[in-house]
T-cell receptor, first 116, second 114 residues
Framework: AQSVAQPEDQVNVAEGNPLTVKCTYSVSGNPYLFWYVQYPNRGLQFLLKYITGDNLVKGSYGFEAEFNKSQTSFHLKKPSALVSDSALYFCAVRDIRDTGRRALTFGSGTRLQVQP | DSGVTQTPKHLITATGQRVTLRCSPRSGDLSVYWYQQSLDQGLQFLIQYYNGEERAKGNILERFSAQQFPDLHSELNLSSLELGDSALYFC?????????????FGPGTRLTVL
């Protein structure tokens, strides 16, 4: 079975400071990992994904994430937060061995609040 | 704008009723996914269709069913509605069947069951 955990319900950061949104996963094989963002009253938007290759993945809007296999983590980061980054962030995983269900499992979401 | 459209935007109905939610994928996308987002369950994958055929099934109740039509639009049918079915229902689409591709989400349909 595959699962993903986002240990923080909310992250608060001041504008201009670096931000980190945490994600850990559990799969039996190797993971495919994703980050999506949801702005108020909108659907989810894709930010970035890790399939294979370089552990540091760069995505939209200046976000990046680092795949750490030993810590089973895929934390989302940005060097300098903007007020407009305030939103709900979802981490998602799919097990490379999951040839049956073949669907993403989403975390519970982390609300990012960037204060001016 | 993702290019995925969902209707209606809001739906209010009573327990025991049946409703149909509609989704039109992005032009060129063959795959459609349905998700339910609620406060207590989070974002749950329900079902996926690819080019008219069911591709993957998630936590979809037996009271719920879906289909994808030849023009690739999809409908999610929810019957014998219960208070707990109140949620935001999202449709997403992608080019191929594999869940490794970026999924484009619609704005959602907010269902309220009274």
């Amino acid at each position: 079975a595959q699962s993903v955990a986002q240990p923080e319900d909310q992250v608060n950061v001041a504008e201009g400071n670096p931000l980190t949104v945490k994600c850990t996963y559990s799969v039996s094989g190797n993971p495919y990992l994703f980050w999506y963002v949801q702005y108020p009253n909108r659907g989810l938007q894709f930010l970035l994904k890790y399939i294979t290759g370089d552990n540091l993945v760069k995505g939209s809007y200046g976000f990046e994430a680092e795949f750490n296999k030993s810590q089973t983590s895929f934390h989302l980061k940005k060097p300098s937060a903007l007020v407009s980054d305030s939103a709900l962030y979802f981490c998602a995983v799919r097990d490379i061995r999951d040839t049956g269900r073949r669907a993403l499992t989403f975390g519970s979401g982390t609300r990012l609040q960037v204060q001016p | 704008d993702s290019g995925v459209t969902q209707t209606p935007k809001h739906l209010i109905t009573a327990t025991g009723q049946r409703v149909t939610l509609r989704c039109s994928p992005r032009s060129g996308d063959l795959s459609v996914y349905w998700y339910q987002q609620s406060l207590d369950q989070g974002l749950q994958f329900l079902i996926q269709y690819y080019n008219g055929e069911e591709r993957a099934k998630g936590n979809i109740l037996e009271r719920f069913s879906a289909q994808q039509f030849p023009d690739l639009h999809s409908e999610l049918n929810l019957s014998s509605l219960e208070l707990g079915d109140s949620a935001l229902y999202f449709c997403a689409s992608s080019v191929t069947a594999g869940s490794l591709n970026e999924q484009f989400f619609g704005p959602g349909t907010r269902l309220t069951v009274l």
